[in-house]
């Protein structure tokens, strides 16, 4: 895997990167398929939903039509046809999602709000939700990549909040997890957000530049991100 987005100093600052390739995996992965089904079960409505809004103007119709499905899916059946989690922005607003490997968040308690809001609980997030509305117009303009990063003692693709992660103990049950967004616009006014997750053991991508910019983390997202042991843990082997 290529990590050249992992940077020094690390900043929560927004990149948008302009994006010319592939928006999404038109050959879903059956494995990944089998896991997002699998969360649904366990957590049903909690990971998927849209506001009226979203209802009243077709948005979910919208985004089938972008992926070239049956437009008469409901949004667990789409979810199911698509291998990223997915969002959709209306008016800088989330107004339709199916989020089944969230990082640390509930998809559902989203829904209806604008992107500064969602993105106030990020640490050290001034320059980000001060660029929220940039970055919302942005998106109904070009298509725009981004990635976002961590380390975790979890392999598995969700994290949702109620899940439990296991303990710190040995470099090899530390893994990078990586979030790959990519966005496209529909029209003026609504964009679509796709979110592909994936969770790799950090002995395979392992480079020092991982370490350099958790050791550049402030406080406060070392504790965001929950890796004030990991950080510790690192420096020490």
Sequence with gaps: MNIDFVKTPFTNNPTMNIHKGPIY??????EYLEEKKRQIDLLGEKLYGETSISKNLGLVQKFSKFCNLD???????ITLKVEEDFAIMHKGKMEAASI???SGWRPREKLGKKLSVIHKPVADNQKLIKASKKISEYMTKKPIKRWVWTITTSKELS???DYKKPELSTFENLYFRVETQTTAPIDNL??????KVEVIPLAEVWDIRILESINSMTEDILKYKDLKKVKEFLNRI
């Excluded at 437009?71 to 059946?77: A, D, F, I, V």
């Excluded at 609504?190 to 979110?195: A, E, K, R, W």
């Design 100 to 102: 089944c490997f969230p």
């Design 71 to 77: 437009k008469e899916r409901s949004l667990p059946e």
């Design 159 to 161: 994290e949702y909040p």
């Design 190 to 195: 609504t964009s679509l957000f796709f979110i």
């Design 25 to 30: 995996n038109q050959n879903p992965d059956e």
